[in-house]
């Protein structure tokens, strides 16, 4: 009995010597895949930090380029409520979003589609100011200015959308989790119809 219990126990000896390797290798296994994924961990806590850090940065430009964008559609909107007909106001006006346009808002308007919605805008402006006739056909001014108007209308729609919907990226772009920013999209996207233009009431001859 006590042979057959010895031989028992040198064949448990020799079963645990041939799995010893295997939990070795399974342990090398498990520090490395732990090693690994704590790196990766402190890799994407850096990458976060820096995230955040860069955001700080930016927020006082962001800043401001919401301040610009604000102050513009408030100008565009006053071209559509003034009569360049009447007075000088609209010439005035005119001269804010000049400025606006030329020596402000290329410091800020860092996006393809709000640049391009800002140069149909400038051309819609000038246009309902001065139309074709303008100076010559005095009869076609009116008809001309009319038109002119509903273009206008829907390039500051436009407008507002794009700046819209630049601001809400930068924002958000710059508070993205690391490794989940994504490609920016280059395209401009159509306004949807859900985006609703604000309709332009005006006092009657206006």
Not at 79 to 97: C, H, I, S
Not at 130 to 136: A, I
Not at 137 to 144: C, L, T
């Amino acid at each position: 009995m006590n042979q057959k219990w010895h031989r028992r126990a040198e064949d448990f000896k020799l079963f645990g010597e041939a799995l010893q390797p295997l939990f070795l290798t399974l342990s090398a296994i498990g520090a490395v895949s732990t090693f690994f994924v704590a790196e990766v961990d402190r890799a994407e806590g850096r990458e976060q930090e820096a995230k955040d850090r860069t955001f700080e940065a930016r927020k006082p430009y962001l800043a401001k380029q919401l301040e610009l964008y604000s102050e513009t559609t408030g100008v565009v909107g006053l071209l559509l409520a003034t009569n360049p007909t009447k007075g000088d106001d609209y010439g005035e006006v005119l001269k804010r979003w000049t400025k606006l346009y030329q020596s402000e808002l290329p410091l800020v308007a860092d996006q393809h589609c709000v640049e391009t919605d800002l140069v149909a805008v400038d051309k819609a402006a000038w246009d309902y100011y001065q139309p074709p006739s303008f100076g010559k056909e005095k009869d076609k001014v009116a008809e001309e200015r009319k038109a002119a108007k509903v273009v206008l209308e829907n390039k500051a729609c436009d407008l507002a959308f794009a700046m819209q919907a630049a601001v809400s990226k930068a924002w958000n772009t710059s508070r993205q989790k690391a490794g989940n920013s994504g490609a920016p999209s280059a395209a401009c996207l159509p306004r949807p119809g859900t985006f609703q233009c604000p309709e332009v009431h005006q006092k009657e001859g206006l």
